[in-house]
């Protein structure tokens, strides 16, 4: 099976604007979550959708926003950007079944390298 | 409640010497328990997990990690450490979400 596949690799944009991360995910997985890795905070997770769904959410301000599609695919968006959006997004998927979720297990994309000048 | 706890941020080695990673968990339930490894602007990648089967689970590249619930720990653990293990590794429980621990920056010295 191919694994999980982010777009783009790498990314550099200036303050204010917005940015679409996209997350494909491994075929028959059906939950997929959002990761921001900096050198300062380290892993912080910023979401999970499974079934076109939002099913948890961290800390993180409203800016940052998700969506799932039919397909599973998911994206991901940044408004207004800020110098310290600048990190590895990194996408996660999971079979995620429904009866004993303990035991699912998370396969990770190559991430996508986020620069804001 | 439950989080996870990595012990060591950095960890130094020789080349073909022993590799211990720490990591202790606090959880209400049992909890599902693995390990990630991740190379420089790499994605993370799985060297192994625990389900409640066998508490000795052995992982990819000669990596393994025991399950002692009396400890509440599940160290990381590889007999003979190589150049191409120098990575950060990471700690993660796991009930109805997953939760990650810190990381340990792994070295290994020539």
């Known amino acids: 099976k191919a694994g999980v596949t982010q777009t783009p690799r790498y990314l550099i944009k200036t303050r204010g604007q917005q940015v679409t991360l996209s997350c494909s995910p491994i075929?028959?997985?059906?939950?997929v979550s959002w990761y921001q890795q900096t050198p300062g905070q380290g892993l912080q997770f910023l979401f999970e959708?499974?079934?076109?769904?939002?099913?948890n959410k961290g800390n993180f301000p409203g800016r940052f926003s998700g969506r799932q599609f039919s397909n599973s695919r998911s994206e991901m968006n940044v408004s207004t950007l800020e110098l310290g959006d600048s990190a590895l997004y990194l996408c996660?998927?999971?079979?995620?079944?429904?009866?004993?979720?303990?035991?699912?297990?998370?396969?990770f994309g190559p991430g996508t390298r986020l620069t804001v000048l | 409640a439950q989080s996870v706890t990595q012990l060591d941020s950095h960890v130094s080695v020789s080349e073909g010497t022993p590799v211990l990673l720490r990591c202790n968990y606090s959880s209400s339930y049992s909890p599902s328990l693995f390990w990630y490894v991740q190379h420089p602007n790499k994605g993370l990648q799985l060297l192994l997990k625990y389900t409640s089967a066998a508490t000795l689970v052995k992982g990819i590249n000669g990596f393994e990690a025991e399950f002692k619930k009396s400890e509440t720990s599940f160290h990381l653990t590889k007999p003979s450490a190589h150049m191409s293990d120098a990575a950060e590794y990471f700690c993660?429980?796991?009930?109805?979400?997953?939760?990650f621990g810190s990381g340990t920056k792994l070295n290994v010295k020539p």
């Open positions: 996660a998927s999971s079979l995620s079944p429904l009866r004993d979720r303990s035991a699912d297990t998370q396969y």
């Open positions: 075929s028959g997985h059906r939950s």
């Open positions: 959708y499974f079934s076109e769904t939002q099913r």
């Open positions: 993660v429980v796991s009930l109805n979400k997953f939760y």
